[in-house]
Each structure stands twice: as C-alpha cells, then as structure tokens.
C-alpha cells in the first residue's frame, strides 16, 4: 500500500458497493419468499398432478439458488463494509498527519518521507540545515529509546515534529496495507460455481465465507451496538428496533444462528436466520454421512467352514464399532430436518400458510431444538402454543404413531381446527421443543428436573412473542399455551416463572394427558382458574396421571384433571395418550375452541 493509493481511496464507494450487494440480497430474500409461500403455495392449493410436482420440483430448485444468493451477497456486503471500515480508520490517520505536516511547514513525498525546514533551537548559535526523515513502523523499546534521543540531540527543532508525522504516515500506510491483506483473500472466496446448481458443497463453502468475514469483520462489527447480554425479550427487541436497515442486515449475514435465538425479535427475522443456519447444517450433515463408507454385508461364508454356514463378519464388525453410531446420530438429525423442510414445502396445501422457523439448533440441550409456526404470531388474532412431553426430539419431530406428521403435524391441525371456528381472523399455532425432553418414563419422566430447567426458557419465548406482537402493530393476540404429558409440566413451571403481574403473555392454559404441573392449585398458574383447562383419557388415568401424582409432579399429589384442582375439565375422546390431537375429535375441537377465545363452544366433562 502506498502513499497516493491510500490517499486517493474513497472508503464510501466500498459502502456504496456494499449497499448494491444489500440491495440485491434483499432481492433474492423477497424472490425466494415469493416463490415459496406465493407461488409455490398456489399450485400446491389449486394443482394435482405430474406437470404440477415437476414444476413445484423446478421451483423448489430456483428458490434455493434464491437463498444461496441472498447469503452470499449477504456476506458480501458485510465484507465490503468490514473492508471500506478498516481502510477508512487507516487513511483518517494518514489525512491528519498530512494536514498536520502542512500545518507546521512540512512536505511529505510520494514515499512517505517528510521533509522539514532549516531551524534553530533556542539558545543555538546558527539555524541548522533542513532535511528528510523516514518513518519507523512498529521500533522496538530500544530503538523508540534511540529516537527520542536523537529527537533530543538533532540541533534542528522540526527534526523532531517531521519524524512524528513520518512514523504517523508509516502507521497509516501499514495498517492499510494489513487490511488490504486481511480481505483480499476473504474477497475472493466469495465466489460461486459457475453453474446453476446450489449443492451440499456451496452451502458447507458458504458456512466457511461467513466464519471468514466474521473473523475479519471484527473492528467494524464491533461499531455495531451487540445485542444486550442476557437481555430480556424487551431489551432485544428495543436493541433490534435501534440498529439501521445496514446494521440489521450486517449482522444478520454474519450471526443468524444468534438472532435467530434472540426472543423478542420479529418472527421474519428470526425465520430468516434460522433458514440459513437450517441450510448449511442440512448440508453439512449430509456431507458427513456421505463421507461414511457403505454397510458391507453383515453376513459371509463361516471361515472355519463349521456350522453356521454363515458367521458376521470382520468387515461389518469393524464399520459398526467405526461408524453406526455416528450414522445413526446423523441420520436422526437430518430425519427431523428433513421433516422442517418438508413442512415448508407443505405451505399452500390444504390452506396451510407460511411456516416460520423461530428456532433452530440441530444438538441444542441434547434433543435439537425446533421452535416452528404455522402462520405469523406476530400478526395473528390467536396463537396457540403447543409444548410436546416424553420421547420429544428433532428426530422424530415430523413422525407419530398415525404417521400424521408428529408434533409438527399437531401443531398443522391444531392451525386447522382452530381456522375453521374464526372465519376472518388470523391464527398462528405454534410448536415449541426447546428444552431436554425426558428420553424415558422411568426414571426421568418422573422427575421434575426437565420442567425446571424448561419452564424458564418457555417464559422466556412467550414474553418475546408478546414482545414481537406489540412491535409489530401494537396490539397482543390471544394466546393460548397447550402442555401434552411431560409439556404440561414445563408449562406449569414456566406459569409459575419470572414475574406473571402482568399475564398478557399468556390468556389460557390447556394441558392434556398431564402428570401434573407442579401446582396445588389452578389459581396459583396466574391466568385465573377459568382460563386453566385440562383433558385426560382412560390410559392416562391407569398411568401417566396416577404416576405423576404418585412421584409428585403435581404439588400435593394434585394434577389438573382433579375437581379440587379447580380448573375447567374437558370432555375428551381420547382413547390413547396421543390421541388428543386426533384431526376432527372432539378433544381437538375443545382445544380449538379455547384457542379461538370460543369458550362457550368447549365441552366440559
């Protein structure tokens, strides 16, 4: 880096590029939402047939090229702006010192030397000569120790002042220079293939750029004011509200996984950022299982030629203590992020709006972590809650017993049931796994560890919904929270969390199939006992209610379903433990009733 380049350099023409990629990133978003939830959404709605699934196939790919780009450009337009920062701090230092030389008689050459004039220190005999100096870049205690005594001994007063401007322009010139060498390379690798497929590779080489910009980006995202540590869903929201359009958009590029964890930030935001970190994880694992050399065959002839004619053999044995847990581990994770994906290319179908992805962590807590809406609870007139109990994880998050889509298939008719008694209104349902669910009913779905540790983080997401709500038009929509088995008694906890003075978060609680939720009373859950309603059915009578008050997760041996709980009891037709969520029951219709605020439509028992 040399003087007249540095000086010549316009740090807002970097900006200007870097608002051109913004511009165009935010282009692809609404390009891929608008072939997503519009058109796409609009076959799925009114097409049946083979050219319709060839061109929700083709759609499906021209989206992702959509997100790849609006990521890359993304990271572009943060680099640029990392770049045009670090530059600009560089050549303020230059500009000031030459200001600064000028001011005091001095001229700098196009090398960075400096040139002063004849002086005389006071008390001098004769003016010493002028002469030219050349700047010391980052001397040693000894040699910084050398030149101030040089300083002290040179009988030309200017000697001194022309050498501190030098070293100043030398300061300059080097950390340009540094900055130059620090994004060139990041620069480059922002590149695409030259083709129009978006693979596994581009996203894992995407995941790599954004660890890189990061990195670099530093000094300038460290202008950015970060999110409040340990801030509550208020204080995020009012941070995110704080940033400009380029501030948001930066930080997004380089912290999805951050922001979309954030409680208190807009739905589409947190969606936003979750669908990046969703898309390079998928490929990631992905490429990891790949990397896994194929199953040989478990059985051959028996070398000792006895009986058996066939014996395992070594091949087989070696791959399954090498590599079938961690395929069995893969396969999971990408099972329940297959089943996200397939939810969103699920929107349109039967009615079904936009999904939103609030969450998202592939190993978070142990189980994943998959917070996913049915329509936008920002917006919407009623929301509805729904937290799943034992066995719950990101594996099995799309599949039950009915093969109706899991705890993302109850949340969809949960959004059905609920839509058809509100013509008119808007409704978001809401699936919320995001804490250590029990893996077993006995030993851990008998302890009250897992609601402890989940109730909080359940408070927490729902003062960030109603945070999101009154950003988003002022207004809070109703909101009902459903706990099944074990999710019962995290709702019961997180009821019982924080400060519920004021219990706009939260109008209704419904807990089906509920162990108990760590109460005496339903009064004592904050919303008053007639918004506390419960339903149960004969299998959870014999098991998993009389072994909930048995091991005490209901405080006193009391759980919901109990007259002397006093909340509303609800007819249920239930025969099963998962059978409250059965599409067209009359349990679902009941919790559909509550959701709507339709109270005098619930059955009670």
């Not at 499906?60 to 572009?76: D, I, P, R, S």
């Not at 045009?84 to 030397?113: H, I, P, W, Y």
């Not at 969606?271 to 990891?288: C, I, P, S």
């Not at 109730?455 to 927490?460: H, I, M, N, Q």
Request: aromatic letters at 8%.
């Amino acid at each position: 880096m040399d003087l007249a380049t540095l000086k010549a350099f316009k740090p807002a023409e970097f900006e200007d590029a870097a608002d051109g990629y913004r511009a165009t990133s935010e282009m692809a978003s609404e390009a891929k939402d608008t072939i997503d939830n519009r058109i796409t959404a609009g076959i799925r709605r009114r097409l049946k047939g083979e050219s319709a699934d060839a061109s929700l196939k083709e759609l499906g790919h021209l989206a992702k090229n959509f997100h790849y780009m609006q990521t890359e450009c993304g990271l572009v337009s943060t680099a640029l702006n990392g770049f045009a920062f670090d530059m600009a701090l560089a050549k303020r230092k230059l500009d000031t010192a030459l200001e600064d030389a000028q001011a005091n008689s001095c001229t700098v050459n196009a090398n960075g030397s400096v040139n002063f004039p004849p002086g005389q220190k006071p008390g001098a005999e004769k003016e010493a000569d002028g002469g030219t100096v050349t700047g010391n870049v980052g001397g040693s205690p000894t040699s910084d120790a050398l030149e101030r005594q040089a300083v002290n001994l040179h009988p030309n007063p200017h000697y001194g002042r022309a050498l501190g401007y030098a070293n100043r322009i030398a300061d300059a010139l080097r950390e340009a220079a540094d900055a130059d060498a620090k994004w060139a390379p990041k620069l480059r690798a922002l590149k695409a293939d030259d083709d129009l497929v978006v693979s596994d590779r581009d996203w894992v080489d995407a995941k790599a750029d954004k660890a890189g910009v990061l990195q670099a980006a530093r000094p300038y995202l460290k202008s950015i004011e970060a999110p409040p540590k340990d801030g509550t869903p208020d204080q995020n929201a009012e941070w995110w509200k704080g940033l400009t359009e380029e501030q948001r958009s930066d930080y997004l590029a380089v912290h999805p996984a951050a922001l979309g964890s954030l409680n208190g930030l807009p739905s589409d935001v947190r969606d936003e950022a979750n669908r990046m970190v969703l898309a390079e994880t998928k490929a990631t694992y992905q490429l990891a299982l790949d990397a896994i050399p194929k199953e040989p065959f478990k059985y051959g002839p028996n070398p000792n030629g006895s009986y058996p004619a066939l014996a395992v053999t070594a091949e087989w044995q070696m791959w399954r203590d090498t590599y079938a847990d961690e395929k069995k581990r893969l396969d999971g994770v990408m099972k329940g992020m297959n089943a996200i994906q397939d939810r969103f290319d699920r929107t349109g179908r039967g009615g079904l709006p936009e999904a939103y992805l609030l969450g998202f962590d592939p190993v978070g807590l142990g189980d994943g972590k998959v917070i996913l809406a049915t329509g936008n609870p920002d917006t919407a007139d009623h929301v509805g809650i729904y937290v799943p109990g034992t066995f719950s994880g990101i594996e099995s998050i799309g599949e039950d017993d009915d093969d109706s889509h899991g705890d993302l298939g109850r949340n969809e008719r949960l959004w059905a049931e609920t839509t058809r008694l509100t013509p008119g209104q808007s409704v978001s349902t809401i699936t919320w796994l995001d804490y250590n669910a029990p893996d077993n009913i006995a030993p851990q779905a008998t302890n009250g560890q897992y609601a402890d540790e989940g109730g909080p983080r359940l408070y927490d997401f729902l003062q960030g919904n109603r945070a999101a709500q009154e950003a988003a038009d002022g207004s809070r929509a109703h909101t009902t929270v459903i706990g099944h088995s074990y999710g019962s008694t995290v709702v019961g906890v997180s009821a019982q969390s924080g400060s519920w003075k004021d219990q706009s978060a939260a109008n209704d609680f419904i807990f089906a199939g509920s162990p108990g939720v760590q109460a005496d009373h339903a009064a004592d859950l904050g919303v008053g006992a007639g918004h506390v309603w419960a339903m149960g059915g004969p299998w959870d009578d014999q098991v998993v209610r009389q072994g909930g008050r048995l091991m005490g997760l209901g405080d006193n041996l009391t759980i919901p379903t109990d007259g002397r709980f006093g909340g509303n009891v609800m007819k249920s037709d239930s025969g099963g433990h998962t059978g409250f969520f059965d599409d067209g029951s009359l349990s679902m219709r009941n919790q559909a009733a509550v959701i709507a605020g339709q109270y005098d439509k619930v059955e009670l028992d």
